[in-house]
């Protein structure tokens, strides 16, 4: 049964960056683009070098979607669902992601 936890307060995360959580066994890199309370929660596990470098990255907008790139060459993951913009073998796993009384909680 999938279960809310809660990883930070939401002034924790600036906006337009992410910061990286343990949710369980799970790496998940969790979004905040600009300063209202909608935050994404993909996986931190860049999938073509299996590094844990993707809450580091940028993001950017495209096509009406909003994207993160990652910080080592650059590859696009969609922040609404982890989707690889560049091949989608790649594509990354996403989880729910909600802010409750100003608290950022990943569904896992």
């Given at each position: ?44 596990i860049d ?44 594509s990354v ?16």
């Amino acid at each position: 049964m999938s279960q809310w936890t809660t990883v930070c307060q939401l002034d924790d995360i600036l906006p337009a960056t992410g910061v990286c959580a343990l949710v369980g066994s799970a790496q998940v890199a969790i979004f905040r683009p600009r300063k209202d309370e909608q935050v994404y929660a993909i996986s931190n596990i860049d999938p073509f070098f299996e590094a844990s470098v993707l809450s580091r990255g940028l993001i950017a907008e495209h096509q009406d979607e909003l994207w993160v790139a990652s910080p080592l060459k650059k590859q696009h993951f969609r922040l609404r669902d982890g989707l690889c913009m560049e091949d989608e073998s790649r594509s990354v796993p996403h989880y729910e992601a909600r802010v409750q009384d100003g608290l950022v909680q990943i569904k896992a």
